[in-house]
C-alpha cells in the first residue's frame, strides 16, 4: 500500500472515534437520572402522583439550570422548571432527591427541595415561589450528618 492511501484511511477512523466518543456521554451531559415516587410529591406549580419520572437537564450549553420533567417513556414533557445550582457531598456517587418531609399540614405531599447527580456532589435546586428552600435544605443537611445517640 502507498503511504497516501494510508492518511485518509487513518483521518477517518481517528473521525469515527471521535464520533462515537462524543454520543457514548449522552446521559452523562444531560444528568438522566430515573426515579419512581411512591407517593404523591410537589414540584413547583404542581403535584406528581406516585410514578416514574425522568428528570434530566434541557440540552443547552447555555444554561445548565433549566430541568426537564418526562414521563417514563420521555414521551410526554410534564414540565420545564429553572433551578439553581447546589451541592452537597455524594461519596455514594449516586443520583438523589432531596425531599420536604417538615410539612406537617395532613394532605400536603412533600416538595422535591434538590435533585444531585449521579458521580458528583453537583445537583440542582428548584425554586418554589414564595418558599424558602434554603432554610429547609440547611436544617435537612445538618439532621443528616448529626450522628445518632
Known sequence: MR??????????AVLLVLSLGTSAKADDWNKKTVVTFDQDVTIPD???????????LLNSAS??????IWDQDEMHL????????????NPDGRSYFVLDTSQTEEGVPPAVLSWFFAGS????????????TTRILQS???SQ???EQ
Open 78 to 89: 410534564i414540565t420545564t422548571l429553572m433551578t439553581v445550582g447546589d451541592s452537597y457531598p
Open 140 to 142: 435537612q443537611y445538618s
Open 3 to 12: 503511504k497516501e492511501n494510508i492518511v485518509p484511511l487513518m483521518l477517518a
Open 145 to 147: 450528618s448529626q450522628p
Open 46 to 56: 404542581r403535584v406528581l402522583p406516585p410514578g416514574t419520572y425522568i428528570f434530566k
Open 63 to 68: 444554561s445548565r439550570y433549566i430541568v426537564q
Open 121 to 132: 456532589d453537583d445537583g440542582r435546586a428548584f425554586i418554589y415561589p414564595g418558599y424558602s
